[in-house]
């Protein structure tokens, strides 16, 4: 069986042909394309238009090298599109960096933390589509008065191929407007914001078939629609044999546990974790980190100074530093949308009274090492609101190739950390696919075929 994953981030997205022989699972990747926000009158803008046309090129392209039974999209989570009458596209989708912790702390207020934390178990980021809303409905936002529906980004995209208009479990969730035990659309949020429930649809669950692409056979399935929860899918774990947590690694780096369970009190809360929606009855207990986002913006920078460093230059000016310098908090907020990254960890550092660093892989090991201590740091937290012991901590994504930082991991966290797949997100969003055609039973033989399929690399604390 041949079919096709869209894996969206917030900076580029592949169409990847999933190849299935009945024993192992192969890729190809037929397309990339670039993503990003516009600004546009002071406000931060998604380009739909430009990712729908991608799509249908990757459609395209697939459909050259074989014939595609199914396609699934994932994408990043919280943002989503405004429709109107006779499905009419009523604005572009605001990007999440558009909302500010002002606003979030705002509702917040309106709420409790506790009351709002109580009925959502969602970690507090000023992104969530709940705090998206309030600031719609306090800046009387005319869309809120015409808008008969809200859909989320993959749910949205998938909608423009079949016509079809299903809200996906994992990619709610992501908007701290779910309860978490009934897996369905809180009222009393609603009614607190102001916001007709009536706005957001019906949940669907992961695996379910909505539909054919138009002018094709190409069935669409809802996948993980939340790109974590497509990773999650694809982590090579053995529940009956290892104790394990998983980190997701990209822009965003999320690191959780896997329960069957909401872990809904008091801990969580005060350590600011998410229960999110998972595939197939599970939910993603978790923390977002800023992940490679912090790498990223000053390698921007530097481009931007005609200094074109490539990864494998970056690696060997991050070994050539001095080791245990300045530390950063990088799940503070000051990092998720700074003028300049650089100087903005120039001055956290300084704050702090530790020796500001200067030249690039100064930069960036501070970069590396403040990533690997909020990991630390994240896992004990994990396991000090969990009760679990972790001996594993299984890394999927793009974030799995950087060997210095594994390694890194590995040393603070004392766990072992097995790297891999790197494609996590796509190969999870193919897998989900795969047991919705009937070609896998469930998750426990998904995550085997991933074994089968995809190499791994053991780091072992030094």
């Known amino acids: 069986m041949n079919i096709l994953a869209f894996d969206i981030g917030a900076s580029s997205g592949r169409a990847i042909i999933g190849k299935y022989d009945g024993k192992k699972l192969t890729l190809e990747e037929v397309h990339r394309f670039t993503n990003g926000t516009t600004k ?21 392209k697939a459909q050259t090298v074989c014939k595609i039974s199914s396609l699934g999209i994932d994408t990043w989570g919280v943002d989503g599109a405004f429709i109107g009458a006779n499905d009419t596209l ?51 936002n005319p869309l809120l008065k015409i808008a008969e529906r809200f859909l989320f980004m993959p749910d949205y995209l998938r909608f423009l191929l079949t016509g079809e208009k299903q809200t996906e ?27 007709p429930m009536e706005m957001m649809g019906k949940i669907v669950e992961s695996g379910t078939f909505c539909g054919t692409v138009d002018g094709t056979n190409i069935k669409t399935v809802t996948v993980a629609g939340h790109d974590t929860g497509s990773a999650v899918v694809s982590v090579p774990a053995d529940n009956s044999k290892e104790n394990w947590a998983w980190m997701s690694s990209g822009t965003w780096s999320v690191m959780g546990i896997e329960t069957k369970e909401p872990i809904v009190f008091e801990k969580g809360r005060a350590e600011n974790f998410s229960n999110e929606g998972g595939a197939y009855g599970t939910i993603r207990f978790c923390k977002n980190i800023m992940g490679m986002w912090l790498e990223q913006e000053c390698r921007r920078i530097w481009r931007e100074e005609n200094k074109n460093y490539s990864f494998a230059e970056m690696k060997e000016m991050v070994m050539n530093s001095p080791t245990n310098g300045p530390v950063i908090d990088t ?77 890194m991991t590995a040393d603070l966290c004392g766990v072992t950390v097995e790297a891999g797949p790197i494609e996590g997100t796509a190969i999870g969003n193919l897998l989900v696919q795969l047991i919705a055609n009937g070609e896998l039973k469930d998750m426990d033989e998904a995550r085997q075929l991933v074994k089968a399929s995809f190499p791994t690399t053991i780091y072992q604390p030094k």
């Open 40 to 60: 546009i009158r002071e406000h931060l803008y998604w380009n739909i238009a430009h990712l729908y046309s991608e799509i249908q090129t990757g459609i395209k």
């Open 90 to 140: 009523l604005a572009l989708p605001y990007g999440y960096r558009e909302f500010s912790p002002e606003n979030m702390e705002e509702c917040i207020n309106k709420f409790g933390a506790a009351e709002l934390y109580g009925k959502t178990g969602i970690q507090f980021l000023p992104f969530n589509t709940i705090f998206q809303l309030y600031k719609h409905k306090k800046d009387d």
């Open 331 to 407: 799940r503070d907020l000051r990092f998720m949308l700074p003028d300049n990254m650089i100087e903005e960890i120039q001055s956290a550092c300084k704050e702090s009274n530790q020796k500001v660093p200067q030249a690039e892989g100064e930069i960036l090991r501070c970069v590396y090492e403040s990533l690997a201590t909020a990991y630390k740091q994240t896992l004990n937290e994990i396991i000090s609101v969990s009760g679990r012991k972790i001996e594993k901590l299984h890394l999927v994504g793009g974030g799995s190739q950087n060997e210095m930082l594994n390694q």
């Open 169 to 195: 479990y994992t990619i709610a969730s992501t908007g701290q407007l779910l309860d978490p035990h009934t897996r369905n659309w809180n009222p009393e949020l609603f009614e607190k914001i102001g916001v």
